[in-house]
């Protein structure tokens, strides 16, 4: 047995740890998109959770039935997509659709749902080396899933490029396992690392969000405090001092002010964006509790001009296993770890998301507010004309489309696709498939096309819920 346990160390000291990959920081960080990019009245905010490669083809078929939409305009729904939020097999989707706009759905199927993106991973569970690594931190370096994103789909694409290219705000949500909150891969964040984001790879950033914990050693940031001008937000400072801060908001101040300051972390290591948040909405409850304008995140010509809002989660679900219920053993060893780590991450999920839907009805109220205190002078600035101009004209619809929306049958062959970075090509389809159906069963989403036509809203929800939608009040 000792040497046994002999050998395991020295396998273990192969394990495959990451060097820091955020570059020093010169001036600041520029916004991830540029001011009033995307004004128009429809704004739709998009939410991918995680779930390997099911995750990432559910999405997809979100996207698609988005794009299927008739809005009068090239690609339906899509061309009015402002914000996309990722986490871990999500944000391999948002990722693409942020840097290439619907153009990138084309071939994203071909290019890589059906492909293997395990290709260059340690996967085997009976290898001893395999073992040895996990143990140790993690099987695979990010010169696997990071690699095989940069080659098939990303190709060397930064932030950077991000910006240049898109309107869409995209947001690819990690986790800071030291902190245990979630790690935005924003200016904010960077600039509290004194690190450049604009260089950062984009498949780097994707490869963090999907380091599921023991597959992938964490990946690694390093803090500099002191070398650049980091001045703290204005609203760190207030959640710090405001007792009715929730502890979201104080925890993730915190944090940034860990980076800020140094002495307790030299350096980040971020793991799975699943561990903290499954559906990256944090970063939006963040945004707005932060908020210094009660319009954020949009800009204010955004807020003078939008009617209609849509934000959607696209809930892939979680692969069921239920032999060990069938009898009195079990579970036991790594299957009970992903028990318990799959109810934690899935309850807390669920109140995040709960607790966003207070916020964009709180939102909505504050956006009115605010757009009804303008002045003709001011709205006219903002918005161009006068023409057409209604303070109280919004309406706010948000939903989760979800395995739950499907009808049984379907429900049941979701819930056996493996959570893994290859799938068969049936599997991809059925995935695809469900994205689809999920979406057009939503009955926030029917309401939300109602109210852009202009028909009965209470109308279009009642066909959601015939086609196997929950049954669920939209939120205006």
């Not at 023991?214 to 940031?221: D, E, G, Q, R």
Request: glycine share 12%; hydrophobic share 40%.
């Amino acid at each position: 047995m000792r040497r046994l346990f002999l050998c395991l160390a020295l396998l273990a000291a192969c394990a495959p740890w990451n060097q820091p990959i955020n570059q020093p920081l010169h001036g600041a960080n520029a916004p991830l998109v540029e001011d009033g990019a995307g004004v128009g009245e429809t704004w739709v905010g998009l939410a991918f959770s995680g779930g390997g490669m099911r995750a990432s083809a559910f999405a997809y078929g979100m996207l698609q039935e988005l794009q299927a939409q008739t809005t009068g305009t090239p690609d339906g729904l899509l061309n009015s997509v402002r914000l996309v939020s990722g986490v871990s097999g999500g944000s391999v989707t948002a990722a693409q659709f942020g840097l290439y706009g619907p153009g990138g759905l084309t071939d994203y199927r071909e290019r890589y749902l059906l492909t293997n993106a395990e290709k260059y991973m340690a996967t085997t569970a009976f290898n001893p080396l395999t073992i040895a690594k996990g143990i140790a931190g993690g099987a695979n370096g990010r010169a696997t899933f990071g690699r095989y994103l940069d080659e098939t789909l990303f190709h060397g694409a930064t932030f950077a490029d991000l910006r240049q290219r898109s309107h869409v705000k995209t947001w690819i949500n990690a986790t800071d396992i030291a902190n245990n909150t979630p790690f935005l891969f924003s200016p904010e964040t960077f600039d509290a690392l004194c690190s450049d984001l604009s260089k950062l790879p984009v498949s780097e950033a994707v490869a963090a969000s999907a380091a599921f914990p023991i597959a992938f050693t964490p990946v690694v940031l390093e803090t500099r405090p002191g070398t650049c001008r980091y001045k703290e937000p204005d609203w760190l400072t207030a959640a710090r001092f405001n007792p009715e801060a929730t502890a979201t908001m104080r925890a993730y101040g915190q944090t940034l002010e860990s980076y800020a300051v140094g002495g307790d972390v030299k350096y980040v290591k971020l793991l799975d964006g699943g561990i903290t948040d499954n559906f990256g909405t944090t970063g939006l409850a963040l945004e707005w509790a932060r908020a210094q304008q009660p319009y954020a995140p949009m800009t204010a010509q955004e807020a003078v001009r939008i009617k209609r809002m849509l934000f959607l989660v696209a809930n892939a679900g979680v692969e069921s296993e239920y032999g060990w219920t069938q009898k009195v053993p079990g579970p036991g060893g790594m299957g009970l770890g992903m028990s318990i780590a799959t109810a934690s991450m899935y309850a807390a999920t669920r109140s995040g998301y709960d607790a966003m839907r207070g916020e964009l009805r709180r939102w909505e109220g504050d956006l009115v507010e605010w757009r009804c205190s303008l002045g003709p002078s001011e709205v006219r600035q903002l918005r161009g004309s006068l023409d057409g101009w209604d303070c109280r004209d919004v309406k706010v619809f948000v939903g989760q489309a979800g395995v739950e929306n499907l009808p049984a049958p379907l429900q049941k062959e979701m819930n056996k696709v493996p959570t893994r970075l290859r799938l068969p090509p049936d599997q991809v389809d059925l995935a695809i498939r469900a994205g689809r159906l999920a979406t057009r069963a939503t009955p926030e989403f029917n309401g939300f096309l109602a109210a852009l036509e202009g028909n009965d809203v209470d109308s279009r929800i009642q066909k959601g819920i015939a086609a196997g939608g929950r049954r669920i009040t939209p939120i205006n």
